[in-house]
């Protein structure tokens, strides 16, 4: 008989892993930070490239890469997958979501507290959603419950933590200022993410569900460095084009 069978699986972690997950979300905060100063022009329209640019770094690598990468250093005695469907949406909910909250907050140039607090809670519900998308696309031996006042625990932090960076990302113009907002927002971040896995019980079962397609393992790991490291090349290109073209352009009017 399987002596798992009914347990309750205690989690370890990876340590190396905690540390690399945290050093992903600052960059995708800092990223996200550097982009948003730019997102409305002087005369208050959208620069939708520098939008899809900071959406992306806070959503796709500050919030998603950091999870995954942190779900990589949850082990328990039993293999986990992913459902490569769940997870594709959770990246994109990320990434979507993170977009509107910045628009919002942005105020088309001129920071207003109604925007930002809409913004906000947006923001730190799209995490929420983000992190027990990631959650529920596991696939393995055991069945899952949450722990409902950890989870509102968990919702508390992301909601605060989602106010204190767009405040920091429209109010802060100095670079020393966006690299600590930067740390400081990685630190909320990974702080959500692990108070919610605090929140989840795993009692071991017979067989994993049955799913069509998913991902584990080095996979997983080989998926996450991926779309890191492409967004974070796709964003630097458009940053360094549309730092050129205004440069082009102070040259025309001087």
Known sequence: MDPLLGQLLTPRYDAALVLLSYLISFWGALLALQCAKSMFRKNGTLDLGMTVCAAASLGGIGIWSMHFLAMQAYRLSVPIAYDVWLTAASLLAAIVISGIALYLAGGHGKFKTGGWLAGSLLAGV?????HYMGMYAMNLRATMSLNLATV???LAIAVVAAGAA???AFNLTQLLHRIVAALVMALA????HYVGMYAANMICTTDAPLIPLKIGGNYLDVSVYAVAGLLSLCIFWVVLGRSMDDNKLAETLR
Request: proline letters at 0%; hydrophobic letters at 65%.
């Open 126 to 130: 799209g995490v929420c959603v983000m």
């Open 152 to 154: 509102a625990i968990s």
């Open 166 to 168: 767009l405040w920091l």
């Open 189 to 192: 971040v990974c702080s959500m």
